[in-house]
């Protein structure tokens, strides 16, 4: 739809300037005077909702859930609550979908299927408020999002957090090893050549490793480029993704890490969703959603298959052998007691104990060996350089 400004006066004779999406320009007038608006002047005005800085995040989502749980919880009704977060709401880009779904709600459609309308409400998003709606609980299940989108985004700021440094010594690195091989050395090359002396064998080697990568260094580029572009498209396919995916499971250091991950994802998902009241077997499928991993996910047919014929979550589970035989006896445990969504919950706090630790674990290795390497090809390049000066006869020892 297009995205109209307009000025207009509210009830308090107050002028006010705005941008929100209309199917058209009557539409438009007709929805400003539903939100007691008297609209002054209408144009149509470029979208940037899809710039960079306008890009809604998860945080973003995070934050309006836990402003629109709170102005709730002071006693607002849903549409004045959504009101006021589209006239305060930090991004442009924001303000205007809850808009849309303000007007939505006023034309008489529910609270899950105006936000459904929007991509960037995620299907475990949706499902919460259509099962705390169907419940009379909408209030308690905004809160339960909150506490879950709050997990899940300090989960994945701690992974981001552990990787920072490894990342940024490898660029530093690398741009250190470049600097040498593209400028130093060659100026270096040059002295050489105008002594005419002969050198000894590494610094030859290097002289040319560097001359070549100086003249050729674009390509180096270009095929680096071409290579993550053709990965990152293969990636995207059906058959790249299920690939890719499978791959995860057979490298012995990442299969641990991202077995652990998808665990930690899909229970914590599972056990929030049946913490609301959303129906069993539509948790099962936004959990097998959640884990984007297809390898797994079509493992877990069996679960969905096996608990829609009666035979309860732990024994499906346990025949999809996916999960190690920890998980599948705190399963077994926490449906016997009659306690699955806090067993499932638990499980997530486990196995993301696990995850950071893993993480922590390969980061302080994998640290020290980056540093070593990195010493030693600046090393023997730096040596190599030395034993040509120390080779010609007119520099003193």
Do not use: C
């Amino acid at each position: 739809m297009p995205v109209y400004s307009y000025e207009a006066i509210d009830v308090t004779g107050k002028k006010v300037k705005d941008s929100i999406s209309s199917s058209d320009e009557d539409t438009l007038k007709s929805t400003l005077r539903g939100m007691g608006l008297v609209p002054l002047s209408i144009r149509i005005s470029e979208a940037k909702e899809n710039s960079f800085f306008q890009r809604i995040t998860s945080e973003d989502i995070l934050i309006f859930t836990q402003e629109l749980g709170n102005l709730i919880e002071s006693g607002l009704p849903i549409d004045r609550a959504l009101y006021v977060l589209s006239e305060h709401s930090e991004k442009k880009a924001l303000r205007a979908i809850i808009k849309e779904i303000y007007i939505d709600i006023q034309k008489g459609n529910t609270l899950s299927s105006a936000m459904g309308k929007h991509k960037v409400f995620p299907r475990l998003y949706i499902n919460m408020i259509r099962a705390g709606e169907a419940g009379g609980i909408l209030e308690v299940v905004i809160k339960r999002l909150v506490t879950f989108l709050e997990t899940s985004l300090s989960f994945k700021k701690e992974i981001i957090s552990a990787l920072i440094y490894p990342i940024l010594l490898t660029v530093v690195g690398g741009l250190a090893v470049m600097v040498l091989m593209l400028y130093v050395i060659p100026n270096f090359s040059n002295i050489f050549s105008d002594m005419g002396q002969a050198l000894p064998l590494p610094t030859m080697i290097l002289i040319r490793v560097s001359s070549f990568f100086s003249a050729y260094w674009w390509v180096f580029l270009l095929a680096f480029v071409g290579i993550a572009l053709l990965v990152r498209g293969y990636a995207r396919t059906s058959e790249g993704k299920s690939y890719i995916d499978s791959l995860k499971l057979k490298i012995p250091v990442l299969k641990k890490l991202s077995m652990k991950f998808i665990i930690a994802r899909f229970s914590r998902t599972f056990g929030t969703l049946l913490q609301s009241g959303v129906p069993i077997l539509e948790a099962i499928r936004v959990s097998r959603d959640v884990i984007d991993n297809d390898a797994v996910s079509k493992k877990l047919i069996v679960l969905e298959e096996g608990v829609s014929k009666g035979k309860g979550i732990s024994a499906p589970l346990r025949e999809s052998g996916v999960f190690p035989a920890i998980f599948n006896q705190m399963v077994i445990v926490g449906e016997e007691a009659g306690r699955l969504e806090e067993t499932f919950l638990l499980i997530a706090d486990r196995f993301e104990a696990d995850t950071r630790n893993l993480i922590k674990r390969f980061v302080s290795l994998f640290e020290p060996v980056l540093i070593l390497l990195m010493g030693i090809v600046v090393g023997l390049i730096v040596i190599s350089m030395l034993m040509g000066i120390f080779s010609i006869n007119e520099i003193p020892l």
